[in-house]
């Protein structure tokens, strides 16, 4: 099953990439640069449909829609679609070989379908005009991948599968929080990015100069209405705006808190420093991160690293999962 070991490690590599190409296509304000889907215009590459590029640029040159928009959306669907067929050849060879897999072909059946899913929602960004509650779940669907991949990997014999440690029962229910908690600080994340409101607070660790600055959270987390709107069609207030960053602020302390204090539990644990000395740099990096892109207002290499930290972090909070639990 060699070929079935590699092919579930190209698509975790893969995986991160295509979460870092969307983080950048939606930071870069190219969700939109194709406003169709599979395609571009109903073709293969922008560069085939630059007629009707060029004629949404006559019509609306300051529009969603450019040339180096188009491309950087495409390339992100390439990639994506690249992915999709990895998988498929992940679940086919694991259900074909599923006497000799370490756990049955059920997980990478279920990253099959969960594939599909993020097609659509890919669909439906677009479709749905960039509503936030179909990109932030495009984005969780990522993140939902590069974990079933990485947990896949570890059980199919990836790095450390064959080393064997004391039973750390007491840290399951702690390894396990930490990572709920990534999690929902991911999707705080992720619902920041596209209502737009990282920039609501552009000082630190003060927001607008106070502590409590004016918020609205009656419409900041209403779920389903249009991007900029309220659920009744209003423009979405200021105030909204700020509620949502803050809130990401006040999870990101907890978040904080609580891996700071676990890293300590895992550098007393024998077999385990050296996990935890990752999961604590990690953090370190994403808290300079998320300063840094409030302080510089938000550069796009330093957002798109903030998103790609999120995802590093999220996998060793994986990683540590399947290790405490792992016989």
């Known amino acids: 099953m060699t070929l079935y070991r590699n092919l579930i490690l190209m698509a975790l590599m893969l995986t991160l990439g295509v979460v870092s190409l969307g983080a950048y296509v939606r930071l870069s304000d190219a969700g939109l640069g194709c406003p169709d889907w599979p395609g571009c215009y109903g073709k293969l590459t922008p560069h085939h449909a630059a007629e009707?590029?060029?004629a949404e640029l006559a019509e609306r040159p300051e529009g969603p829609v450019s040339h180096a928009k188009a491309w950087k959306?495409?390339?992100?669907?390439?990639?994506?679609?690249?992915l999709g067929l990895l998988v498929l050849g992940i679940a086919v060879l694991g259900w074909r070989g599923r006497r000799e897999t370490a756990g049955g072909p059920g997980l990478p059946v279920l990253l099959l379908g969960l594939i599909v899913f993020q097609a659509l929602l890919g669909m439906w960004t677009v479709t749905q005009l960039l509503?936030?509650?179909?990109?932030?779940?495009?984005?969780?669907?990522?993140?939902?991948?590069?974990?079933?991949?990485?947990?896949?990997?570890?059980?199919?014999?990836?790095?450390?599968?064959?080393?064997?440690?004391?039973?750390?029962?007491?840290?399951?229910?702690?390894?396990?929080?930490?990572?709920?908690l990534v999690i929902a600080q991911i999707a705080l994340g992720g619902w920041v990015s596209s209502n737009y409101a990282a920039l609501a607070c552009t000082d630190f660790p003060l927001c607008q100069s106070v502590w409590m600055p004016p918020m609205d959270f009656e419409h900041s987390f209403t779920l389903h209405r249009e991007l900029g709107e309220t659920a009744a069609g209003d423009l979405l207030p200021m105030a909204a705006l700020t509620a949502i960053h803050w809130v990401h602020r006040v999870m990101a302390l907890i978040v904080t808190v609580y891996l700071g204090w676990l890293v300590l539990r895992l550098l007393r644990t024998p077999g385990y420093?050296?996990?935890?000395?990752?999961?604590?740099?990690?953090?370190?990096?994403?808290?300079?991160?998320?300063?840094?892109?409030?302080?510089?207002?938000?550069?796009?290499?330093?957002?798109?690293?903030?998103?790609?930290?999120?995802?590093?972090?999220?996998?060793?909070?994986?990683?540590?999962?399947?290790?405490?639990?792992?016989?």
Do not use: C
């Open 73 to 82: 959306e495409m390339v992100h669907r390439y990639a994506a679609g690249t």
């Open 131 to 180: 509503k936030p509650l179909v990109v932030t779940s495009h984005l969780l669907g990522g993140m939902a991948t590069l974990s079933l991949l990485l947990w896949l990997w570890l059980r199919e014999g990836g790095r450390t599968n064959h080393v064997y440690f004391a039973r750390v029962d007491h840290l399951r229910a702690s390894a396990t929080l930490g990572l709920a």
């Open 273 to 327: 420093a050296g996990l935890g000395m990752i999961v604590g740099g990690l953090l370190a990096l994403q808290v300079a991160l998320g300063i840094g892109n409030v302080l510089l207002s938000l550069p796009l290499a330093l957002a798109v690293a903030h998103n790609g930290g999120a995802a590093l972090l999220l996998a060793s909070l994986v990683w540590l999962n399947y290790r405490v639990r792992r016989r």
């Open 52 to 54: 009707a590029i060029n």
